[in-house]
């Protein structure tokens, strides 16, 4: 029903910035919230953040709060997470993820994965 392709992640230095996209399928964009998570290599995957469907709400773990900003544009079936300041410790695969319930952490309820794409931080 709902497919999702994630963009943009690469190498990037330090203290840099890299701006992923995630790409939707189908014409209910707007009715799903949308959610990012990331797993690092050998741990359990997280939750980064999310956004409500209509873009108006967001939220945060705490530890990524203040660095990362999620924004969508549904015109376009896309959603966005602009990363600034990258540290070493957040390289990962990190995946966005679709769901009718929520944009928190409850991984359980997102129905719909994309299929990750790697950031690697370097020193």
């Known amino acids: 029903q709902v497919q999702l392709v994630e963009s943009g992640g690469g190498l990037v230095q330090e203290g840099g910035s890299l701006r992923l996209s995630c790409a939707a399928s189908?014409?209910?964009?707007?009715?799903?919230?949308m959610g990012w998570f990331r797993q690092a290599p050998g741990k359990e995957r997280v939750f980064v953040g999310g956004i409500s469907g209509s873009g108006g709400r967001t939220y945060y773990a705490d530890s990524m709060k203040g660095r990362f900003t999620i924004s969508r544009d549904n015109a376009k079936n896309t959603v966005y997470l602009q990363m600034n300041s990258l540290k070493p410790e957040d390289t990962a695969v990190y995946y966005c993820a679709a769901s009718r319930i929520t944009y928190k952490q409850d991984q359980a309820v997102y129905g719909y994965w994309g299929q990750g794409t790697q950031v690697t931080v370097s020193s």
């Open positions: 189908g014409p209910t964009f707007s009715t799903y919230n």
